[in-house]
């Protein structure tokens, strides 16, 4: 088939390499004019890395990764440890699956590899879909500078503010979490005495938690800092803050964290939104994917592996050979309680290290810590339904 996707981000890109391996003509159409290093870091557990194996990607993409040693709860002030469990060893016996830290502009770039190996002229950038018409015969991309494009298939992976999702569904009315989070990448180098552990690590405090994770084979510093805020901001993570108001929103906390915003060449500052589960992700010849169809608060690092996973559900019930409307249906009921479930949990997660006295921090961190200390499998046991499937195991 011929198959057009929007958008040339992470479920964009994986879509495409998954089409291409199953033999179909795929055009990716990526509105900006160059794919730059932006964003940051990302969390792709073995759940994802399964599907990135199974479509040749996983060489490319371990391959300025970073593999954690541990899984970690702190006090953000303190710096003192509540758990800490094994994760590099732990995720191939557990999961059959590595768990790595991740650039987000090194996934993309080896996605394009991957893809550029297969078909050099696929990715095409400078090109925005603005809307779409669909018949019969097949569905028409129309650029926003009035170009059409017309194919038998039109995947919208134009992220959260996905243009393709407003036209089939209509406008959204997105909610303010009442959390806006910090984001930063520094050099280890710059870090001097206090750089962050070799793990996957959150840091609890009052009101607000923090992520702490290495990235690049461990030469770069992944922080995220998420601060329960009353005034709403940009919802966008390429929007500047100030390094002044960053370590206000942590003062007090370990030497870490501080020398993380201090050493900062850019601090992104990103308003959470939430949003209510879609009614439907596909339309006759139209479907939605990652982003565009279940934007996940990124309390449980899963956004851009359930992309991945989509993508690969998506490619093989396309190849079922039934019709296109009920293959994007059957892809839809496969992948919607899965994603939604993940949703849910990430939204329940928001204020878990949030605690704000003594008394609900003990309720809650401290069997977490006699699991840690005593029971690790515990630990290991609640992401099992996540980390466990296999989405390319036959059905």
Same mark, same amino acid.
Not at 56 to 74: K, M, N, T, W, Y
């Given at each position: 088939?011929?198959?057009?996707?929007?958008?040339?981000?992470?479920?964009?890109?994986?879509?495409?390499?998954?089409?291409?391996?199953?033999?179909?003509?795929?055009?990716?159409?990526?509105?900006?004019?160059? +794919?730059?290093?932006?964003?940051?870091?990302?969390? +792709?557990?073995?759940?994802?890395? =399964?599907? %990135?194996?199974?479509?040749?990607?996983? #060489? !490319?993409?371990?391959?300025?990764?970073?593999?954690?040693?541990?899984?970690?709860?702190?006090?953000?002030?303190?710096?003192? =440890?509540?758990? $800490?469990?094994?994760?590099?060893?732990?995720?191939?016996?557990?999961?059959?699956? @590595?768990?790595?830290?991740?650039?987000?502009?090194?996934?993309?770039?080896?996605? !394009?590899?991957?893809?550029?190996?297969?078909?050099?002229?696929?990715?095409?950038?400078?090109?925005?879909?603005?809307?779409?018409?669909?018949?019969?015969?097949?569905?028409? #991309?129309?650029?926003?500078?009035?170009?059409?494009?017309?194919?038998?298939?039109?995947?919208? #992976?134009?992220?959260?503010?996905?243009?393709?999702?407003?036209?089939?569904?209509?406008?959204?009315?997105?909610?303010?979490?009442?959390?806006?989070?910090?984001?930063?990448?520094?050099?280890?180098?710059?870090?001097?005495?206090?750089?962050?552990? @070799?793990?996957?690590?959150?840091?609890?405090?009052?009101?607000?938690?923090?992520?702490?994770?290495?990235? !690049?084979?461990? $030469?770069?510093?992944?922080?995220?800092?998420?601060? @329960?805020?009353?005034?709403?901001?940009?919802?966008?993570?390429?929007?500047?803050?100030?390094?002044?108001?960053?370590?206000?929103?942590?003062?007090?906390?370990?030497?870490?964290? =501080?020398?993380?915003?201090?050493?900062?060449?850019?601090? %992104?500052?990103?308003?959470?939104?939430?949003?209510? @589960?879609?009614?439907?992700w596909q339309d006759g010849r139209v479907a939605l994917l990652g982003d565009a169809c279940h934007p996940m608060l990124p309390f449980m690092a899963q956004g851009a592996v359930m992309a991945i996973e989509d993508a690969y559900v998506l490619a093989r019930e396309i190849g079922r050979g039934d &019709?296109? &409307?009920? $293959?994007?249906? #059957?892809?839809?009921?496969?992948? =919607?309680?899965r994603a939604t479930r993940i949703q849910n949990v990430a939204r329940e997660n928001a204020k878990l290290f949030h605690r704000s006295n003594m008394f609900s921090q003990a309720g809650t961190y401290g069997p977490m810590w006699v699991a840690g200390k005593f029971l690790p499998s515990i630990v290991?046991?609640?992401?099992?339904?996540?980390?466990?499937?296999?989405?390319?195991?036959?059905?």
């Amino acid at each position: 088939m011929q198959i057009l996707i929007a958008g040339g981000g992470i479920g964009g890109l994986t879509a495409a390499l998954a089409l291409l391996k199953a033999g179909h003509a795929v055009t990716v159409l990526e509105q900006a004019p160059e +794919i730059a290093e932006v964003g940051a870091g990302l969390q +792709i557990s073995p759940n994802g890395m =399964k599907v %990135l194996d199974a479509l040749g990607a996983s #060489a !490319r993409v371990s391959r300025d990764a970073f593999r954690p040693r541990a899984q970690e709860l702190r006090l953000g002030r303190s710096g003192a =440890k509540i758990f $800490s469990v094994p994760l590099r060893d732990a995720s191939q016996a557990r999961w059959r699956g @590595e768990y790595l830290h991740i650039h987000r502009a090194d996934l993309v770039a080896s996605l !394009r590899e991957c893809i550029t190996d297969r078909s050099p002229e696929t990715i095409r950038l400078g090109a925005r879909v603005a809307s779409y018409e669909q018949g019969e015969a097949g569905v028409t #991309a129309v650029l926003n500078t009035g170009e059409r494009q017309t194919a038998d298939l039109l995947i919208g #992976a134009d992220g959260i503010h996905s243009t393709i999702r407003t036209q089939m569904l209509g406008p959204d009315k997105p909610r303010f979490t009442g959390n806006v989070a910090w984001r930063a990448v520094v050099p280890v180098a710059r870090l001097g005495d206090y750089p962050p552990p @070799e793990t996957a690590c959150v840091w609890a405090g009052k009101r607000r938690h923090a992520v702490t994770y290495r990235l !690049r084979r461990g $030469s770069l510093a992944n922080f995220v800092g998420v601060v @329960e805020c009353d005034e709403p901001g940009d919802e966008s993570w390429t929007s500047v803050g100030a390094r002044e108001q960053a370590l206000n929103d942590f003062r007090g906390w370990n030497p870490v964290i =501080k020398r993380i915003i201090d050493e900062a060449p850019l601090l %992104l500052r990103w308003a959470l939104y939430d949003r209510a @589960e879609l009614p439907a992700w596909q339309d006759g010849r139209v479907a939605l994917l990652g982003d565009a169809c279940h934007p996940m608060l990124p309390f449980m690092a899963q956004g851009a592996v359930m992309a991945i996973e989509d993508a690969y559900v998506l490619a093989r019930e396309i190849g079922r050979g039934d &019709s296109i &409307s009920a $293959s994007l249906k #059957a892809y839809e009921q496969k992948r =919607k309680p899965r994603a939604t479930r993940i949703q849910n949990v990430a939204r329940e997660n928001a204020k878990l290290f949030h605690r704000s006295n003594m008394f609900s921090q003990a309720g809650t961190y401290g069997p977490m810590w006699v699991a840690g200390k005593f029971l690790p499998s515990i630990v290991h046991g609640r992401h099992d339904w996540i980390y466990g499937l296999d989405v390319t195991e036959p059905d």
